[in-house]
């Protein structure tokens, strides 16, 4: 289902309100059937500027497809991944890029 080059967007659904709201954009290296490699940003909500920041280095993610607690969101294949960002706009969260991808991740609650 998700092939090699695909740019992924994924969430990672807190278990608890005190968990780390954290989600990752990247492309994947590599596939098989119930794990992907992804090379990309991960975000993490910052509770002191209420946003999502981006971590300054690429990484490295291995993937389980089994995972539970995943939202995996496919991204248009001319995505820039260096211009990911998240905006509020009129009180929905969207992350984009400013060109053909943007996404409204706020079925998860307003600034998630």
Known sequence: MIA???IVHII???R??????RHFVG???QTDATIIRVVG?????DPSLTRYVRAS?????????????????IAPSDTQLEAVRYEDREGRLVVT??????????E???NR
């Open 4 to 6: 090699n080059g695909e």
């Open 12 to 14: 990672e659904r807190r």
């Open 16 to 21: 608890f309100d005190a968990d780390v709201r």
């Open 27 to 29: 492309v994947v290296e």
């Open 41 to 45: 940003y991960t975000f993490v909500f």
């Open 57 to 73: 280095e690429r990484r490295t993610r291995i993937i389980p497809l089994s995972a539970s607690g995943l939202v995996i969101n």
């Open 97 to 106: 890029d400013g060109g053909s991808f943007s996404l409204d991740i706020n």
């Open 108 to 110: 998860f609650g307003p």
